[in-house]
């Protein structure tokens, strides 16, 4: 837990973009972990499994009927337009970091994932593709989607500020 806490509230924010849902999640999956560690056959690494395990539950949240009923898309804007900073906002630092995890957030999550594991967690695309369950080539489409749509959402913001 000490070592994987981090990275497992992390990812579980990347998908439900809640941090006190992402600590539940993580709270969730080192008890189901503790619980299904003799179910670990060694397959593929610690880590990987542990965030496999965090990325079946979220998938698990935003498919439930509750999570679909309830909308977060205002608590994210009124996250990004509050005055004074939020513990996730103060761990992104600037106001350029600030841009990139508001233009992260609004990537859809297939793209989100792939982009969170591969530069945060630093994963290979091999162990991306195992964990997701996707092809090797599905993965390294994703992470060229997912530059490409970051790149446009910064060339459109930037326009809009030379506009201004």
Sequence with gaps: MNEYGESVVWLAFNYLKDKNKAEDVAQDVFVTCYTKLDTYKGDASLKSWILRITANKCKDIL???SYKNITFAQNILDTFKRKEPTPEMELMGSEENNELAKNLLALPVKYREVLFLHYFEELKIHEIS???KVKE?????RLRRARMLLKEMYEGSEEDGRKA
């Design 63 to 65: 498919k439930s009927w």
């Design 130 to 132: 195992v964990l997701l």
């Design 137 to 141: 080539n599905s993965v390294k489409t």
